[in-house]
């Protein structure tokens, strides 16, 4: 069996196909980051413009790199929620001619779901597992306990983790700083952080009181903003420049951030350990996403994990962000599981909002 997955949700342009075994047979990627990092942040129908531009040829190669003929595929498998609607859309239609002019199968595939169960690709990992992603766009608590079927623990409240640490390192305008100009928000914030002191400003982790499993990141943007404003007022410097203070400042965010992940993700695995969800002595927690590969934020997350007998599983940093192999690997799991293989596509639409599974971030909070 082999199936091409397609992925569009945001600003990548994206598709690789995938064997029953896991191998990828071919991939291609077309990222968008530098278009939106000039506009400080994405316009909607820019993307809508890239990933049009990009599809077709981003499909042929993922394709050819495998010397891989269209007719011997089993299925295309797409993502069409969540996401950004005319992103979305792009992928969804390019795949809908595909499969009508190939007569194959359509799978529509879950992004989140896709980001949850690519450890399946790349470890040996039964259900039900824990999934924490955190990324510049995803911040969720997942019980994983079949292909489609997962619990919802916690959510970011407002805005994910990197998108925070995307927002402080523009304010310390880091990428002046001669050391990070070229990296991520979240990756100059972890550079600096080194030489930092992360007790020179104390912060509480948000939501402290809160028994739930959800996450807050924009009361500690603030908190830092003000910090920040204050240190510049001090330092008598302009915006735009480069406090003396910036390390310690990102030394404070990260180790903020790091805390109350690690506080929400052991409550999780608490809450399903007590309820028999998990496994009592060796269950598994997979952390993916772009700020999966702060070691600092790691580091916390597997002192949890050691302190609750789990196994922290993270995919390499290539999968922990958006590709298309996650989707074509989702695309397999739903072919092997008979679920959601549409051979009528009549009536399918792409969903800008959709949740992982059910949500019982609820009784999470009630439980405690
Ligand atoms: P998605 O749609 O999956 O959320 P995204 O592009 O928003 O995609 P990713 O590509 O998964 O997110 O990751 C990018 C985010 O990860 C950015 O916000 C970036 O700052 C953050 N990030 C990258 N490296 C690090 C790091 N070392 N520490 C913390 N954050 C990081
Ligand atoms: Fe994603």
């Known amino acids: 069996k082999l199936v091409l997955g397609i992925e569009t949700s945001c600003d990548d342009t994206a598709a690789a196909v995938v064997d029953e075994a896991g191998n990828v047979l071919g991939e291609a990627i077309h990222s968008q980051t530098e278009v939106h990092l000039k506009t400080g942040g994405i316009i909607p129908p820019v993307a809508q413009q890239l990933h049009r531009e990009n599809i077709q040829r981003i499909v042929q190669e993922s394709l050819s790199a495998g010397r891989i003929s269209p007719r011997e595929l089993s299925a295309v498998a797409t993502t ?54 955190i990324s510049g766009g995803h ?28 927002k402080v390192a523009r304010r310390l305008s880091l990428i002046r700083h001669p050391e990070c100009s070229a990296m991520s ?49 001090e330092e008598g410097i302009e915006k735009g420049q480069i406090l003396s203070s910036a390390a310690d400042i990102a030394a404070a965010v990260q180790h903020t951030t790091a805390c109350h992940v690690a506080k929400r993700t052991h409550r999780a695995i608490l809450f399903c350990k007590q309820r028999d969800l998990l496994c009592q002595s060796n269950a598994v927690l997979v952390v993916s996403g772009g700020v999966a590969s702060n070691l600092y934020i790691r580091r916390a997350l597997e002192i949890v994990a050691d302190a609750t007998q789990c196994t922290l599983l993270c995919p390499p940093p290539k999968l922990c962000t958006d590709n298309g192999i996650m989707i074509a690997w989702n695309g397999i799991e739903r072919l092997r599981a008979g679920l959601g293989i549409l051979h009528d596509v009549e009536g399918i639409r792409y969903e800008p909002k959709c949740p992982l599974g059910v949500d019982i971030s609820k009784e999470v909070g009630e439980a405690a």
């Not at 690519?118 to 990992?125: E, F, G, M, P, Q």
């Open 80 to 133: 069409v929620k969540p996401g950004l609607a005319l992103s979305l859309g792009v992928g969804l239609s390019f795949s809908l001619q595909l499969v009508n002019q190939l007569k194959k199968p359509f799978i529509p595939i879950h992004h989140m779901e896709a980001h949850a169960l690519t450890i399946r690709l790349t470890n040996k990992v039964e259900f039900p597992f824990l999934v924490l992603l």
């Open 139 to 166: 911040c969720l608590l997942a019980l994983a306990r079949g292909v489609s079927d997962f619990l919802l623990l916690g959510k970011s409240l407002d805005i994910a983790p990197g998108d925070m640490l995307d």
């Open 185 to 233: 928000g979240g990756k100059a914030i972890e550079h600096l952080a080194k030489q930092g002191n992360r007790f020179h400003f104390d912060i509480s982790p948000p939501m402290q009181h809160a028994k739930n499993c959800d996450f807050s990141f924009s009361g500690l943007q603030h908190v830092i903003d003000k910090i920040i404003t204050q240190k510049e007022k």
